[in-house]
């Protein structure tokens, strides 16, 4: 049996199955990784980080609370935080006694959201890349033993927000498990372009994470 | 020609290293090593006639924003058999007119019946195709893509394939109704 891999710009590897295992397994993957050029993996990431900035520039003039999940907007976000500062003591305080993090309403959320873009302790992109999310090209193909919640990734609706964030970044290990030991085949550039995703979640809620420990 | 011999020997010795180093990793059984496999380890036989539909999810997608709108979405399950037709729900329709999106962003969940191979379409295009590794019992596959809107309609279709059971295509179709 052969296996094969379609790489970007359609070249196609083939090579005999050892393993008995599809792939890309975890030896597979780092030998296809470095076998892709580099110029073009460049090229996916370059892809992939400008979406956002076209799309904060698209949504800027809007009321965006319909997006939100229809939210009152009347507390606005900053839509030049670049998220470099850190929370001062006085900022904590105001915002633990003002959000009660193990009940928040979509408007609580919100408002925590601009808050937060106010006090450039987040990026406005990390607000935005939350409820526009970037699609990877081509076909993703998973293999799961479970299926994923029909609210994968909802974190932000309403609830407990910590326990919510918690049950997200286990989801996405489990996806990136998956995709790790993939049974499938799939266009290189898609199974990079879709690790790169995966990876950009994890990071965001990881940065949320922090804060939310901090204000809990 | 004792230096050729000796080429050929190192280049065999080679191999034989890389492939044991990498049976090892991934479990394979070499020399006199017994190792015992767990059910889920044994490919099981492919019956891509039986395949199926168990869910499938819409989001609506702009082509402007570079995205899809995450805080609605259509979820329909309990589809019966190889026809996913479906409706956007308000919510997801709604998002769709007011962002004027162009297209939709699924993930449909099959159960694959074993199939070896898949071809994927949207709109009627090949977009993606590929090999299903071995079949592990209690795993199902979900495929993400995006489908273009035309005429407030979209559809989907994935084709799956056994090779050695005379290569007959078994479709899985799904249409969408953009309201």
């Known amino acids: 049996m052969q296996i094969s891999v379609h790489t970007p710009r359609d070249r196609q590897i083939r090579f005999s199955d050892q393993s008995k295992r599809s792939m890309p397994s975890q030896k597979g993957e780092m030998f296809f990784e470095n076998i892709i050029n580099a110029t073009e993996k460049k090229e996916i990431t370059q892809k992939q980080s400008g979406w956002i900035d076209s799309c904060i520039e698209t949504l800027k003039d809007k009321d965006i609370g319909s997006l939100m999940g229809g939210v009152s907007t009347d507390k606005p976000l900053n839509w030049d935080a670049d998220g470099t500062s850190k929370l001062t003591q006085e900022q904590i305080d105001y915002l633990r006694s003002t959000y009660d993090l193990s009940d928040m309403s979509k408007q609580d959320y919100y408002d925590l959201m601009a808050d937060l873009t106010n006090m450039n302790a987040i990026s406005i992109k990390d607000v935005i890349s939350q409820y526009v999310k970037p699609v990877v090209p081509g076909v993703v193909v998973l293999s799961a033993s479970q299926a994923r919640s029909e609210d994968f990734g909802q974190f932000n609706k309403y609830g407990n927000l910590q326990e919510n964030l918690l049950q997200y970044l286990k989801d996405l290990n489990y996806m990136s498990e998956r995709l790790k030991n993939s049974h499938s085949t799939m266009d290189s550039s898609t199974f990079f372009a879709f690790k790169d995703y995966l990876n950009d979640e994890k990071s965001l809620a990881g940065r949320l994470e922090s804060i939310f420990d901090l204000i809990a | 020609m004792k230096k050729v011999l000796r080429m050929v020997a190192m280049v065999m010795v080679m191999l ?47 082509t402007a924003l570079g995205g899809y709108i995450k805080n609605a979405y259509t979820y329909v399950t309990r589809f019966t058999g190889q026809f996913g037709n479906m409706s956007l729900n308000a919510a997801t329709a709604g998002y769709f007119h007011e962002y004027n999106c162009d297209k939709l962003y699924i993930e449909v969940e099959i159960d694959s019946g074993r199939a070896d191979m898949y071809e994927v379409y949207a709109g009627g295009t090949l977009i993606g195709k590929g090999d299903f590794g071995p079949y592990y019992e209690g795993f199902t596959d979900v495929f993400s893509f995006l489908v273009p809107v035309n005429g407030n309609e979209a559809n989907w279709k994935i084709v799956l394939y056994d090779r050695e059971d005379a290569y007959h295509g078994v479709p899985l179709t799904g249409f969408i109704s953009v309201d």
């Open chain 2, 16 to 62: 034989t290293f890389s492939m044991t180093a990498f049976a090892a990793e991934t479990g394979e059984v070499t020399g006199d090593v017994k190792v015992e496999r767990s059910k889920s380890d044994v490919p099981q036989p492919r019956f891509p006639g039986t395949a199926s539909i168990y869910s499938v999810k819409a989001y609506a997608y702009s």
